[in-house]
């Protein structure tokens, strides 16, 4: 692969890879050169899909299964994947879970889980991979964001406190990192169907609610999360650190004309 987004030679780890965005990014930068270790949990057929569809396209990969729920497992990972694939290069920090329920009903053991498999999960992959990737001179973190953590819902409260904790954090390490050759970002999808929501988008109604919201008329993929992701892995990114795409079709600069009530375009 040659160009200017070219990741030939490079080596990424993609967390929550076996579906949705995670898969996605990790086919992307697997066909801009880059070899791909990616990761799940409980979805063997689904790493082992993706797995393949890398090595169908010329690239190395390896599969690997972690429960971000253990707070150890995340630098364990990390360990694994640098013993057994290699040197990482760039971080697709993309694994989160998302329980929602109504905030009068928000637990400590809610708040504690989303924390652990949202948050600190993060932060320890970073405090595993990050340094290397600053003595080597170059690294590359992309952490999945969402819309929510600008305009959050009360159901989703848990989520998204820690999606706007997680930009808060890698803004915080970018600072120390960036003279070294690391850059760290976020991208922030909005509504996107993937196979976990597939159910709900397969109700028309539904699905004509969220197009109707969006001004760009329509909900996301999984692939519109791709092209942002390699921009900010390549080199022609190397002066954006600390930013954070909103990858929403415009949802959050407001909902589309009309789609309020007794709003016009």
Same mark, same amino acid.
């Given at each position: 692969?040659?160009? &200017?987004?070219?990741? @030939? $030679?490079?080596?990424? =780890? %993609?967390?929550?890879?076996?579906?949705?965005?995670? /898969?996605?990014? +990790?086919?992307?930068?697997?066909?801009?050169?880059?070899?791909?270790?990616?990761?799940?949990?409980?979805?063997?057929?689904?790493?082992?899909?993706?797995?393949?569809?890398?090595?169908?396209?010329?690239?190395?990969?390896?599969?690997?299964e972690a429960d971000f729920l253990d707070p150890s497992a995340p630098e364990a990972l990390a360990r694994r994947v640098t013993n057994e694939f290699g040197p990482v290069d760039i971080l697709i920090a993309n694994a989160a879970i998302e329980h929602r329920v109504t905030w009068q009903?928000?637990?400590?053991?809610?708040?504690?889980?989303?924390?652990?498999?949202?948050?600190?999960?993060?932060?320890?992959?970073?405090?595993?991979?990050?340094? &290397?990737?600053?003595? @080597? $001179?170059?690294?590359? =973190? %992309?952490?999945?964001?969402?819309?929510?953590?600008? /305009?959050?819902? +009360?159901?989703?409260?848990?989520?998204?406190?820690?999606?706007?904790?997680?930009?808060?954090?890698?803004?915080?390490?970018?600072?120390?990192?960036?003279?070294?050759?690391?850059?760290?970002?976020?991208?922030?999808?909005?509504?996107?169907?993937?196979?976990?929501?597939?159910?709900?988008?397969?109700?028309?109604?539904?699905?004509?609610?969220?197009?109707?919201?969006?001004?760009?008329?329509?909900?996301?993929?999984?692939?519109?999360?791709?092209?942002?992701?390699?921009?900010?892995?390549?080199?022609?990114?190397?002066?954006?650190?600390?930013?954070?795409?909103?990858?929403?079709?415009?949802?959050?600069?407001?909902?589309?004309?009309?789609?309020?009530?007794?709003?016009?375009?």
């Open positions: 692969m040659t160009g &200017a987004f070219s990741l @030939r $030679g490079r080596r990424a =780890v %993609v967390t929550g890879a076996n579906s949705g965005i995670g /898969r996605a990014i +990790a086919l992307g930068l697997a066909r801009q050169g880059a070899d791909v270790a990616v990761h799940g949990h409980e979805d063997r057929n689904g790493l082992a899909s993706v797995r393949a569809e890398i090595g169908a396209i010329g690239r190395a990969a390896m599969d690997f009903d928000v637990t400590g053991d809610h708040l504690a889980r989303h924390f652990t498999a949202n948050f600190a999960s993060l932060v320890a992959l970073c405090r595993a991979l990050v340094p &290397a990737m600053a003595e @080597r $001179g170059w690294g590359r =973190v %992309v952490a999945t964001g969402s819309v929510m953590a600008t /305009r959050p819902r +009360a159901e989703t409260v848990a989520y998204a406190a820690f999606k706007s904790a997680q930009l808060t954090a890698i803004r915080a390490i970018a600072r120390e990192v960036a003279t070294r050759g690391v850059t760290m970002n976020v991208i922030s999808p909005g509504a996107i169907e993937t196979e976990r929501t597939a159910a709900r988008y397969a109700d028309a109604s539904f699905r004509r609610a969220v197009a109707a919201k969006i001004p760009v008329g329509r909900p996301g993929r999984p692939e519109d999360c791709v092209g942002p992701a390699i921009f900010l892995c390549s080199d022609e990114a190397a002066y954006l650190t600390g930013v954070d795409i909103p990858v929403d079709g415009g949802w959050t600069i407001g909902d589309a004309p009309g789609s309020l009530p007794g709003e016009t375009a």
